[in-house]
């Protein structure tokens, strides 16, 4: 009897998707799975989108600002700070909030002291904020405190105003623009801490450069130096009260800073002794004049004003 002969497997490689494809012996089998379509080509701004999608579902988002108590807990910061409070400072302390919630805050507590109803007010001096009393009320603070309010001579103003807007500049140089010796006003302006040392000029002798203080700003209540009114301003302001009309095309005093093409200041020395102007060094400068002595060309008042 025959025995009927053993299938043998297909010899070709090519098998239908889905089918097992025989192994030799002693390996596992392996189907063989169907090609997936090609998809279509990824554009880069479609992967940019998903990418800012996940930054933006995994960045949590920052908690509103609570501007009433912001702006409490800042009116307590300027009630005890001898100072004006820095706008930095004060970010940092309210938990380093932005300058736009900064500027929010501001406001808020700005509304809660109205300057015609309220006698303080929140003010921008010295690039900071302050608690400072109504200017309506200041003949009333006077009295309570029976001071004189503080004035300068014509020699000492001439002074610090060159100084502002010039500045840093030596004595030598406020002398040529003034055409007078500025050592008493100089000397009183030191002592009222209104003007200091910054530096010296690198030129020979090095003379010492004069600047304005923090407390210059204060005094005079600016938020910055750019808030200096213009020669126009000054003009327009002098022809309002002499009732006289400005000149069209007038030629004023270059109020911008001079460029000091002899030599730049060196390194910010720290605010040195009134005393020390006299003996400041100055190219062909006049005769130097004493503390108590009182300059011949500014006035016969004493240094200081009355």
Same mark, same amino acid.
């Given at each position: ?238 022809? =309002?009260?002499?009732?006289?009309? /400005?000149?069209?095309?007038? %030629?004023? $005093?270059?109020?911008?800073? &001079? #460029?000091?093409? +002899? !030599? ?11 005393? =020390?102007?006299?003996?400041?060094? /100055?190219?062909?400068?006049? %005769?130097? $004049?004493?503390?108590?002595? &009182? #300059?011949?060309? +500014? !006035? ?7």
């Amino acid at each position: 009897m025959e025995e009927n002969p053993k299938p043998t497997p297909p010899t070709s490689s090519e098998s239908p998707a889905g089918e097992v494809a025989p192994a030799p012996q002693g390996e596992p089998a392996v189907r063989e799975e169907a090609p997936a379509e090609a998809a279509g080509p990824i554009l880069v701004d479609d992967l940019l989108k998903s990418g800012d999608a996940e930054e933006a579902e995994s960045e949590p988002e920052s908690p509103a600002l609570d501007l009433q108590r912001a702006a409490s807990i800042l009116e307590s910061l300027l009630l005890m700070s001898s100072e004006p409070l820095s706008v930095d400072k004060a970010r940092q302390l309210l938990g380093d909030i932005t300058r736009e919630q900064f500027n929010e805050v501001h406001v808020v507590l700005q509304a809660k002291y109205p300057p015609e109803s309220s006698g303080i007010l929140v003010e921008r001096v010295a690039k900071g904020l302050q608690f400072r009393t109504n200017p309506a009320n200041q003949e009333h603070i006077r009295k309570l405190f029976d001071v004189r309010p503080p004035r300068f001579s014509r020699a000492a103003l001439e002074t610090v105003a060159i100084i502002a807007y010039k500045q840093p500049l030596t004595r030598q140089e406020i002398e040529q623009i003034r055409g007078v010796d500025c050592a008493g006003s100089l000397k009183t302006l030191m002592e009222r801490r209104l003007v200091r040392v910054v530096g010296k000029k690198d030129v020979p002798g090095k003379p010492f450069l004069f600047g304005t203080t923090r407390e210059f700003m204060e005094v005079f209540s600016l938020g910055s130096l750019s808030e200096l009114p213009s020669m126009r301003e000054i003009e327009e302001y002098l022809a =309002s009260s002499s009732a006289t009309a /400005v000149e069209a095309g007038r %030629p004023g $005093i270059d109020l911008t800073p &001079a #460029a000091s093409p +002899e !030599g730049a200041a060196t390194t910010e020395n720290p605010p040195v002794e009134a005393s =020390s102007v006299e003996n400041a060094p /100055v190219q062909d400068a006049p %005769p130097e $004049i004493g503390p108590d002595e &009182a #300059a011949p060309n +500014e !006035g016969s008042g004493s240094p200081d004003g009355d």
